[in-house]
């Protein structure tokens, strides 16, 4: 296979595992939580999940085996960024604003008292 070809393919990866990955984090971290974030929280992590998921691959597809010392690092490497994903997205949960107890059932109570020789 053509060499062009080849990191055409790396690079169609690395895209749509970027994509990927932020998609995931904002339907399972809450996109409530993204919104709290500063932008080189939600650019450092995902395109160092996505660089690590190509490395991976070209690791896999280029060895004997697919099952190398370096895909074994990626794997390990993809994980810890993922779990830093989540103890950010932890961390901004515990650090927003609560809102309203009550959900909005609050009942306000008028009471009017009838005065002495009044009706």
Not at 34 to 45: A, G, I, S, T
């Amino acid at each position: 296979m053509p060499p062009f070809i080849v990191r055409l393919a790396y690079v169609t990866e690395f895209l749509l595992a970027l994509i990927a990955s932020l998609m995931l984090w904002a339907q399972a971290g809450g996109q409530g939580h993204l919104d709290l974030m500063p932008w080189y929280d939600k650019l450092v992590l995902p395109v160092a999940l996505a660089w690590v998921t190509v490395l991976a691959t070209a690791s896999a597809a280029t060895r004997q085996k697919a099952w190398n010392r370096v895909t074994v690092w990626c794997v390990i490497l993809a994980l810890l960024i993922a779990s830093a994903m989540g103890a950010l997205t932890y961390y901004y949960h515990l650090q927003e604003d609560e809102e309203d107890e009550g959900g909005g059932n609050a009942v306000a109570v008028i009471a009017v008292f009838a005065q002495d020789g009044q009706s």
